[in-house]
């Protein structure tokens, strides 16, 4: 389901935008595609540090959109390639998925675990 086009994208830096919705409306928060884990089952593992707000808005609704991209990958139409992925994710503060990620980044206190429904390019 993961197109190598955005395997190769993971490759690089760029940032990623993680949407969450809650009460008061979408909420934003940014990581960086190399802190990205792509599991064995294809789902994203992402280290938590703070993300308190999407924390408590996946508590009420597990939806979750994601935009990544970068430059230095061909696109569509040239330089830059990008994706939206679509899909439900939750907090992992336990077990080896999170311990995995925990090894990688001492200051995580969490892992954003998230499965993906779908994936479109973008650009």
């Known amino acids: 389901m993961i197109p190598d086009k955005m395997i190769q994208i993971l490759k ?7 949407v969450t919705q809650g009460d ?3 909420h934003l928060v940014n990581t960086w595609n190399s802190y990205i ?4 089952d294809e789902r994203l593992l992402i280290p938590v540090g703070g993300m308190v707000c999407t924390e408590s808005n996946l508590a009420i609704n597990n939806s979750v959109l994601l935009t990544l991209g970068s ?3 061909e696109g569509v139409h040239g330089a830059g390639a990008g ?3 679509k899909g439900t994710a939750s907090f992992v503060k336990t077990g080896e998925r999170f311990s995995l990620m925990k090894a990688r980044f001492p200051w995580a206190r969490a892992t954003l675990e998230i499965t993906i429904l779908s994936v479109a390019q973008t650009l």
């Open 83 to 85: 994706f939206l992925i």
């Open 71 to 73: 430059r230095e990958v």
């Open 12 to 18: 690089c830096e760029g940032v990623v935008a993680v």
């Open 24 to 26: 008061h409306g979408p």
């Open 37 to 40: 884990h792509v599991t064995e």
